[in-house]
T-cell receptor
């Protein structure tokens, strides 16, 4: 079993829809949780990060962490074609090593 | 990608030849990483470095070696390239000794697309 599980999709939604992405993990000691966005033929870029449990909102993006269920989510409201990308979750105890999910490919149709 | 560059961006090489990929950073970050990214496998860590001349293996290190003689440069060498090493290679940097959660995140380069024929 992988340490971090993420459904690869692909996920296709119409413009304006809410995109819901999630990851599950097995190591209950993870403390910091991140979401990366990767456009085609580019490197991943850090989109959001959260510490421990709870929600964090940044514009149209909301990240949620449920440590009791070992489950994290990313929601994109009012999705735009420019949100079409692969989204990777990542998490760490509190050190140099990040554990990544495999990534979910999202297409937002105009 | 600000502060981190990879070269070359694309390379085609023949089976059995040695290949070296370069990662250069201007952020003075302590940690540097080499990943490969393949469909169905996501990002897989090849090697990482935690300082000059300090390196360690990742989960898919067979067939790869690395060197770090300066803080800013991290080289990945395929000693004798094979078709299974056709992939996109990403370098990343981090400075986990910095302040706050943001310091734990990685900054990635733009990638090197390697094809072994």
């Amino acid at each position: 079993q992988k340490e971090v599980e993420q459904d690869p999709g692909p996920l296709s939604v119409p413009e304006g829809a809410i995109v819901s992405l999630n990851c599950t993990y097995s190591n209950s000691a993870f403390q910091y949780f991140m979401w990366y966005r990767q456009y085609s033929r580019k490197g991943p870029e850090l989109l959001m990060y959260t510490y421990s449990s709870g929600n964090k909102e940044d514009g149209r993006f909301t990240a949620q962490v449920d440590k009791s269920s070992k489950y994290i989510s990313l929601f994109i409201r009012d999705s735009q074609p420019s949100d079409s990308a692969t989204y990777l979750c990542a998490m760490t105890l509190n050190d140099y090593k990040l554990s990544f999910g495999a990534g979910t490919t999202v297409t937002v149709r105009a | 990608d600000a502060g981190i560059t990879q070269s070359p961006r694309h390379k085609v090489t023949e089976t059995g030849t040695p290949v070296t990929l370069r990662c250069h950073q201007t952020e003075n970050h302590r940690y540097m990483y080499w990943y490969r990214q393949d469909p169905g496998h996501g990002l897989r860590l090849i090697h990482y470095s935690y300082g000059v001349k300090d390196t360690d293996k990742g989960e898919v290190s067979d067939g790869y070696s690395v060197s770090r003689s300066k803080t800013e440069d991290f080289l990945l060498t395929l000693e004798s390239a094979t078709s299974s090493q056709t992939s996109v290679y990403f370098c990343a940097i981090s400075d986990p000794t910095g302040q706050g959660a943001l310091s734990l995140g990685y900054t990635f380069g733009s990638g090197t697309r390697l094809t072994v024929v």
